[in-house]
Each structure stands twice: as structure tokens, then as C-alpha cells.
């Protein structure tokens, strides 16, 4: 059993990322899996959803869906920067969509009224500890990931490829893969913290 602080320093974001991990897809995929459906939430709510895109899939949504919708929103000046990190990220292995499921959110402010503004924030706070409880135990299996959040300007493309529910909110993409290069040294602020 991997000591949980050790696990939590290794955890960083990690941009250099490639093809070549040492679990098949469908390892991945349990364990992806696995790290959302143990994820806990407000009033056992389970509001997140995600979709692994592997290899080609993870590749696609990089150098079309990123690529085009952000062509046409950037400046011309600043998108050569955009397009070298695009491409960084279509060198993972495959990409996590993040979404939270609304429907649920909006049946339990109808069944518990008074806790109604309290359901949007709980589910937030689910989908960030789905995130994190994936990142770690991606990290314990020595697969880097990082989190970018393209969303809106992705949302339709991907929901027509993917017949993706109306209900669906997207609210993160994490490319992870092989760790072709570690992360930086990290500056930890203390001061005022506690």
C-alpha cells in the first residue's frame, strides 16, 4: 500500500507525457474507473460522469476538435504557442473528459429545497475530488496527467462525436500518459495558509 503524502507530493502536473504505459486500455480504463465510482459525494449524489478517449480517439480530439475551435478564437500572433501545446497533449496516451451530471443536481434541489443552492457547489466539490481521487491513482501506477479546461469552446464537438447528454456539463480534460519528462520544482506557499 502506497503511504497517501507520498502519493499526494508525486501527484504534479505533468505536460511531457507519451504513448508508452505499461497498462493495457482496459487497465486504464478499471482504473479510471475505479477512482470516480469510489469517489464520495453530497448526499451520495454521484453526479460525475466520464469519457476515456485512448490513442487515436485522445489523438483526434487534440489535433481537430482543440485545434479547430480554438484556431477560431485565437489571435493569429498567439496561436503558434497554442498549437505546440496542443500538440504536447495529443502526445498522451488519451484524455479524460470531466463532466457533472445537471439532472442530477436539478432532482435533488426539487426533492431537498432548502439545500437547493448548496446542490450546484456539492457537485463542483464532487467532480474536483473525482479529479484529484484519479489523479492520484494514476500517479500510483506512474502515469503523469495535467488538467486543462477548453470547455466551452469543445462542448458541442464533442457532444455530437459522442452522443454526449444535453445533461452533461463538461468541466475538465486530462491528457495523462507515459512521463517523458518530470515536473519542475514546485513552490509551496505556507504563509497564511493555516
Known sequence: MTNFTDLQTKRRSIY??????????????DTIQGAVLNTPTA???????????????????WNEIAYSELEKVTPAEAFEGTKERLKGFAQAKGTILFYEDQDVVKD??????????????????????????????????????NVQHYNPLVDAQLAEKYDIPANWKLRAQAPFGQIVAPAGDKDIQTEGRF
Request: no cysteine; hydrophobic share 45%.
Open 16 to 29: 511531457a507525457l507519451g504513448k508508452d504505459v505499461e497498462l493495457s486500455n482496459q487497465e486504464l480504463i
Open 108 to 145: 435533488l434541489q426539487e426533492q431537498f429545497p432548502l439545500y437547493a443552492d448548496n446542490f450546484p457547489i456539492w457537485s463542483e466539490q464532487g467532480h474536483g475530488i473525482a479529479l484529484y481521487a484519479t489523479w492520484l491513482a494514476l500517479a500510483e501506477k506512474n502515469i503523469g496527467m
Open 43 to 61: 448526499f451520495n449524489s454521484q453526479t460525475s460522469r466520464v469519457v476515456i478517449l485512448l490513442d487515436e480517439e485522445s489523438d483526434a480530439f
